[in-house]
């Protein structure tokens, strides 16, 4: 699946007026702002594939110092119509793969919300959380969501479609339908034998071709550069503890909530 051409989508004028209009923060990410609340005065905070500033109205006038960022000039061109530069607030396009343009250890806190982190190929992720790991500070926190693998599974089951009401029984086998189709040859075996997989899901119409992990894998993945690793799904604050619940969880994104480890850069 080419995901290369995520970032064509990205730029076009209906996904940015898309963005333009979501304006609520998700549950997990309700809860993570309660919980540094205390310390953002004081925090520097990095911005990662803002899009049109969804979270920008929640989090720059809480902070020291803002900035949001997207390798999309368009994204970031609505954020500046919308919330008009100041020196404590800013934007700019950057690629998370390279940015080159900001100090190593500069930020307190970084995030890449609503799953944008998944629109790259997996060597370029393993950039990205390296590039990321290299401008927090040790101690910084890093909080970002992924497409778990496990609500792909589902989905992508004729057999998990079943249900008493028959007008999601029939909804969710025409989504099945689709991703088969769209995602040929891909079985469901080897979906079920994969830590993570690059698929087109149904956001923007099935356009987008989107990496979806499983939580232990992702923890593992963070692992070399985070510790103290939280989870949550995206629908509530209701933390996802053991093993047990996180392979169980077919919840469609799950945020995470790490802190940058001291290891050298
Ligand atoms: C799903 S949208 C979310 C936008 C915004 N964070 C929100 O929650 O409304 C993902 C955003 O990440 C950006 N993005 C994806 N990959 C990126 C990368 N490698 N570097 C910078 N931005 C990226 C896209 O351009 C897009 O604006």
């Given at each position: 699946?080419?995901v290369?051409?995520n970032?064509a989508?990205?730029?076009?004028?209906?996904?940015?007026?898309?963005?333009?209009?979501?304006?609520d923060?998700?549950?997990a990410?309700?809860?993570?702002?309660?919980?540094?609340?205390a310390q953002?005065?004081?925090?520097k905070?990095?911005?990662i594939?803002?899009g049109?500033?969804?979270?920008?109205q929640?989090f720059?006038?809480r902070?020291?110092?803002?900035?949001?960022?997207?390798?999309?000039?368009?994204?970031?061109n609505?954020?500046?119509q919308?919330?008009?530069?100041?020196?404590?607030?800013?934007?700019?396009?950057?690629d998370?793969?390279?940015?080159?343009?900001?100090?190593?250890?500069?930020?307190?806190?970084?995030?890449?919300?609503?799953?944008g982190?998944d629109?790259?190929?997996h060597?370029?992720?393993?950039t990205?959380l390296k590039?990321?790991?290299?401008?927090?500070k040790?101690?910084?926190?890093?909080?970002?969501?992924?497409h778990n693998?496990?609500?792909?599974?589902?989905?992508?089951?004729?057999k998990s479609q079943?249900?008493?009401?028959?007008?999601?029984t029939?909804?969710?086998l025409v989504?099945?339908?689709?991703?088969?189709l769209?995602?040929r040859?891909?079985?469901l075996?080897?979906?079920?034998?994969?830590s993570?997989k690059?698929?087109?899901?149904?956001?923007h119409?099935?356009?987008?071709?989107?990496?979806?992990i499983?939580?232990?894998?992702q923890i593992?993945?963070?692992?070399h550069?985070f510790e103290?690793?939280?989870?949550?799904?995206?629908?509530n604050?209701?933390?996802?503890?053991?093993q047990?619940?996180?392979l169980?969880?077919?919840d469609?994104w799950?945020y995470?909530?790490?802190?940058?480890?001291?290891?050298k850069?």
């Amino acid at each position: 699946m080419p995901v290369s051409q995520n970032q064509a989508i990205y730029k076009s004028a209906n996904i940015i007026k898309y963005y333009e209009q979501i304006n609520d923060l998700q549950p997990a990410e309700k809860t993570i702002l309660d919980r540094l609340s205390a310390q953002l005065p004081t925090m520097k905070m990095l911005d990662i594939g803002v899009g049109a500033g969804r979270t920008t109205q929640y989090f720059c006038d809480r902070t020291a110092y803002y900035i949001g960022v997207d390798y999309s000039p368009e994204m970031i061109n609505a954020c500046k119509q919308r919330f008009p530069e100041t020196v404590k607030r800013q934007f700019q396009v950057c690629d998370a793969r390279n940015m080159s343009g900001f100090e190593d250890q500069q930020f307190d806190f970084v995030l890449f919300s609503f799953n944008g982190i998944d629109y790259v190929d997996h060597d370029d992720r393993l950039t990205i959380l390296k590039e990321i790991h290299r401008v927090t500070k040790p101690g910084g926190i890093f909080c970002f969501s992924s497409h778990n693998l496990q609500s792909f599974e589902t989905a992508f089951s004729f057999k998990s479609q079943w249900s008493w009401n028959p007008i999601a029984t029939y909804t969710n086998l025409v989504i099945a339908g689709i991703l088969k189709l769209l995602n040929r040859p891909l079985t469901l075996k080897e979906v079920q034998e994969s830590s993570h997989k690059i698929v087109k899901d149904e956001s923007h119409n099935f356009q987008l071709s989107s990496y979806y992990i499983r939580p232990s894998a992702q923890i593992e993945q963070l692992s070399h550069w985070f510790e103290d690793i939280q989870i949550y799904s995206w629908k509530n604050d209701i933390e996802l503890v053991s093993q047990a619940d996180r392979l169980v969880n077919t919840d469609q994104w799950i945020y995470y909530y790490c802190t940058s480890n001291s290891c050298k850069i």
